[in-house]
């Protein structure tokens, strides 16, 4: 079993950056791939990006490939969600999620376990 906690959210200007961070509990975290999701005011939750559980394949969502980038430390149980080049519609309260399936968290459903979600608020 594992379970994701997030930070590390916040406000920033437009074409700033932040860096969230998912600490996982659970001896079998490397085990697990790791994913990032968000969901602004009024829409659905959308998947963001997703790392395996070696850290070999990442995966991201056209709207944020070239500016975000996914990474773990297993040593550590953390995944980090790098963010650059910020943008107004970015505004979301991002989650971080587990699962053994790598295709589980790329498709963004049948998902093993969630975070509370950390709230990204990029100003114009």
């Known amino acids: 079993q594992v379970q994701v906690v997030e930070s590390g959210g916040g406000l920033v200007q437009a074409g700033g950056s932040l860096r969230l961070s998912c600490a996982a509990s659970?001896?079998?975290?490397?085990?697990?791939?790791m994913g990032w999701f968000r969901q602004a005011p009024g829409k659905e939750r959308e998947f963001v990006a997703v790392?395996?559980?070696?850290?070999?394949?990442?995966y991201y969502a056209d709207s944020v490939k070239g500016r975000f980038t996914i990474s773990r430390e297993n040593a550590k149980n953390v995944v980090y969600l790098q963010m650059n080049s910020l943008k107004p519609e970015d505004t979301a309260v991002y989650y971080c999620?587990?699962?053994?399936?790598?295709?589980?968290?790329?498709?963004?459903?049948?998902?093993?376990?969630w975070g509370q979600g950390t709230q990204v608020t990029v100003s114009s």
């Open positions: 790392i395996s559980w070696s850290g070999s394949l990442t």
């Open positions: 999620a587990a699962d053994l399936n790598i295709s589980r968290l790329r498709v963004g459903t049948e998902i093993g376990y």
């Open positions: 659970g001896r079998t975290f490397r085990s697990y791939a």
